[in-house]
Each structure stands twice: as C-alpha cells, then as structure tokens.
C-alpha cells in the first residue's frame, strides 16, 4: 500500500491505491482545514515535497483553483489528489 508521510508533524499512513490524500488523513485522525471535498474551496492546499508523479493527473477544475487561490507550483488539493504510491506532503492541520 502507498504511504503518505505529512509534514511538519511526519506522521505517516498507509493509503489504498486511489484514496485522496484527504481522505486517507481523515481515516488516520489527521485534521486537513477543508470546507468542501470537491476542488473548489482551495482551502486544503498541500505542498507536494516528494512523490509528485505518484499521485493522480490534475484535472482542470483543480488546476483552476489552484490558480485562483495563487498556489505555488507544486502544490495540490488534498481532496483531489489520489495516491498511486508513497508521497511526502507539507499541509496546514487543523485543531
């Protein structure tokens, strides 16, 4: 199975092939700042810091909130990225 590794906290998880990073952190008790699972909101940015070629292709709905929120390069939406192998993301939690 394809491990996640968060950071700053590394905290790492095991994830089913096709999980959202999301999805996986909130199985694991690992809080995401999200406020929809659907690539609009932008508020679940995370920094890809290794692994980038092992999560899914970024649609064009996530490309463009991406852009909006003025997202580093790099960057990717935790409710839309799905992983297909292990990945390090930096993310902001949540309380």
């Known amino acids: 199975m394809p491990k996640i590794t968060f950071l700053p906290s590394?905290?790492?998880?095991?994830?089913?092939?096709?999980?959202?990073?999301?999805m996986a952190a909130t199985r694991n008790g690992i809080k995401i700042i999200h406020e929809?699972?659907?690539?609009?909101c932008g508020t679940d940015i995370a920094k890809i810091v290794e692994g980038a070629e092992?999560?899914?292709?970024?649609?064009d709905d996530e490309d463009l909130t991406l852009e909006t929120m003025g997202a580093a390069d790099g960057s990717r939406l935790c409710c839309m990225a799905k992983v297909q192998g292990d990945v390090v993301v930096e993310i902001e939690t949540g309380g």
């Open 36 to 40: 929809c699972t659907e690539g609009i």
């Open 54 to 59: 092992n999560l899914s292709e970024k649609s």
């Open 10 to 22: 590394k905290q790492e998880v095991e994830a089913e092939t096709g999980t959202t990073i999301l």
